[in-house]
């Protein structure tokens, strides 16, 4: 495994860990939030597994950015609020791949902490 892909799998792996171990706050939105939360994770293992097998080719990245970005705007639209700005951004995040810039796949990947953190945030 190269050097970038290698930090792509353990930044996906460490993503998929916080995401999943984080409660959300009040009792009638954990539910919710921990399905949020965990199809949100799914979205971006799945973007990081594509990307880490595609690393050098752009239009991989490129498409595999423009699927997440879709899917994750499709959940954002089943919920409001906080939640909903949250999967927003991290649409946005996506979005900003989709012209499958390879040089800022690293650096992108290391964001998605944050994305799962606001994600989080707002449910509690």
């Known amino acids: 495994m190269t050097p970038p892909r290698r930090r792509l799998a353990v930044a996906a792996a460490t993503l998929s860990l916080a995401v999943l171990t984080t409660a959300c706050g009040a009792l009638g939105q954990a539910v919710d939030c921990n399905t949020a939360a965990q199809e949100a994770s799914k979205i971006m293992t799945d973007w990081s597994s594509e990307v880490t097998k595609n690393a050098t080719d752009a239009n991989a990245v490129g498409t595999a950015s423009a699927t997440a970005a879709d899917r994750t705007k499709e959940l954002a639209g089943k919920y409001d609020g906080d939640v909903a700005a949250a999967l927003n951004d991290l649409a946005a995040g996506f979005e900003s791949m989709e012209k499958g810039d390879v040089a800022q796949m690293t650096e992108f990947t290391g ?14």
């Open 111 to 124: 964001k998605l902490n944050g994305f799962s953190s606001k994600i989080t945030a707002a449910c509690s």
